[in-house]
């Protein structure tokens, strides 16, 4: 046996059931409301349990409209650090407020106010869409609103992790490169009333999954 060419190849295969291991698994979700209906517009979020934290993935650029009075769209994900770009479709102007977390809508006077505030004027004729942009700097649910209409209300989930992922029409979020084991996911909805109990799972291979939940989001 000639342990120093040995050594190069079993480095090599170390390093190789170490990737695999990371990113063995994917999970598919798929949420529902209180009366059995996918609840769409739903953060799913992945905790691994006694695994190392995943990388922060890298922050990106996104773009939210402001269109026939709603934030669209209306949830947004994204991770820490990212940048969104509003951009005002409507002829009419509107402003935005970006709420971070645990903030209450009144602040002490004289208080410095976190999130950030934009006004865009309104679209004029043939003309390019006007916008503005703010950075999310901190993790979890955003709150958006515009001072002159108090109806239109928008959110953007603001991730650590890339374990994230946002239902679609159907109720469903799939969640790709998971590492395999014990999981515990956990749902976040703007019009939840109470949090969710988390849900424990064994992610291996292919995973899907059903949570239901009490959450009943009013008519749009
Ligand atoms: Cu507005």
Avoid: Y
């Avoid at 000639?2 to 090599?12: E, G, I, S, T």
């Avoid at 993790?139 to 994230?164: A, D, Q």
């Amino acid at each position: 046996m000639n342990a120093q060419r040995l050594r190069p190849m079993a480095l090599a295969g170390a390093a190789l059931a170490l990737a695999t291991a990371a990113s063995a698994a994917s999970l598919q979700v798929t949420v529902l409301a209180r009366d059995g209906q996918p609840l769409a517009d739903a953060v799913v979020s992945v905790e691994m349990p006694g695994m190392a934290l995943p990388a922060t993935p890298a922050p990106v650029t996104v773009t939210i409209d402001q269109q026939a009075m709603r934030f669209v769209p209306a949830l947004t994900v994204v991770p820490v650090g990212s940048r969104i770009r509003f951009s005002n479709l409507d002829s009419w102007e509107h402003h935005v407020r970006a709420i971070p977390p645990d903030t209450g809508n009144s602040a002490a006077p004289g208080e410095a106010r976190r999130g950030f505030e934009l006004r865009l004027p309104g679209r004029a004729a043939h003309q390019a869409a006007p916008h503005a942009e703010g950075v999310v700097d901190s993790p979890g649910p955003w709150r958006l609103g515009c001072h002159l209409h108090g109806s239109m209300r928008g959110h953007v989930w603001v991730s650590t992790t890339p374990w994230v992922g946002k239902t679609d029409r159907a109720g469903v979020a799939q969640i790709p490169d998971l590492p395999e084991g014990n999981a515990v996911l956990r749902v976040w909805h703007p019009e939840q009333v109470v949090e969710t109990t988390p849900q424990a799972l064994t992610l291996s291979g292919s995973a899907t999954t059903r949570l239901a939940t009490a959450i009943q989001p009013r008519r749009r």
